[in-house]
């Protein structure tokens, strides 16, 4: 069966999403709708949809999903979070100003809203495991230049860090996202070099990983910690592993740490309850069920 078939005979003709990318085999997506459906007694199903890097591929699946009775949307993770946009009947204010989309939601007419939860879940998450966190506490360090990138600069942005520090592997991109969301209060955003990443941790009050590095199946990544102050909070996005090199390494020298899966956990519940219709909270028990699926 196509994996288009197998979703659909997995939900057996209840309303469903589905987590899009690829690839997807690791996402924890499932495993978290799934308790809050089940949790609440609903009728429904999430499951997982890998969708190539194609144009025809995304374009096969806006088609699914609009002229499929009982799908609802669906959560986009690498690397579509960019290219589905233009797709979409509707763009989310939001995520307009973001310029990304993790959530589609489809409305009744059968039309396709593009909708940003990431920001929301990656704050939620940050003052959950920080909360002695503050904006204007001191510089942040952000890895990463793509789609969960411009929802964490767009957060911080919004936060009042008083300096942004922009690193990414292709320099181009992160000069493109700097200049997006550059604060017109006389805030910095620094474009920093790869090369250069280490050295800028000196005197930062919180660093961001947004990149795949440190993913399952991805390269770790390779960070010397030695000028990053004892205090500074560390945040890596990525939820499989949840204990990645960096988070394992920081941990060990004192640094408060936050992994991936409170984001992940955060942003699910705008999505969840638009498709299903059921407001919903994150607490430690869903999150101990997830980590054990």
């Known amino acids: ?106 409305q009744p007419d059968g039309s396709l809203e593009g909708r940003n939860s990431d920001a929301f879940g990656f704050l939620a998450a940050l003052r959950d495991g920080a909360p002695q966190w503050r904006g204007p506490a001191g510089p942040v360090v952000v890895l990463g230049a793509g789609g969960a990138a411009r929802a964490v600069v767009c957060s911080l942005v919004d936060a009042g860090v008083p300096e942004l520090r922009l690193i990414n592997r292709t320099q181009a991109a992160a000069i493109d996202l700097g200049v997006a969301f550059t604060p017109s209060d006389g805030r910095q955003i620094m474009i920093e070099r790869w090369d250069e990443r280490s050295a800028m941790l000196d005197g930062a009050a919180l660093l961001v990983n947004t990149t795949s590095l440190g993913m399952k199946g991805q390269p770790p990544l390779d960070l010397d910690l030695a000028r990053l102050p004892m205090t500074a909070v560390v945040d890596d996005i990525v939820s499989v592993p949840l204990e990645t090199p960096l988070l394992a390494t920081a941990r060990a020298r004192g640094n408060p740490c936050i992994d991936g899966l409170g984001m992940l956990l955060h942003q699910g519940r705008l999505g969840f309850e638009a498709w299903f219709g059921k407001k919903v909270a994150v607490t430690d028990e869903q999150r101990r069920a997830v980590m054990a699926a």
């Not at 007694?41 to 999903?65: I, N």
């Not at 579509?80 to 797709?87: F, N, Q």
């Open 1 to 106: 069966m196509s994996p288009y078939e197998t979703l659909l005979a997995e939900a057996h003709g209840r309303p469903f999403a589905a987590i899009v990318g690829w690839p997807v085999e690791h996402s924890r997506s499932p495993a978290l709708h799934g308790y809050w459906l089940k949790k609440h007694g609903l009728s429904g199903h999430y499951g997982r949809l890998p969708v190539e890097p194609k144009p025809e591929a995304l374009a096969a699946l806006v088609a699914f999903l609009r002229k499929t009775p009982n799908a609802r949307g669906c959560n986009l993770t690498l690397p579509h979070k960019i290219d589905i946009m233009p797709l979409l009947d509707r763009i989310h204010p939001d995520a307009e100003r973001i310029g990304a989309v993790n959530t589609v939601v489809k």
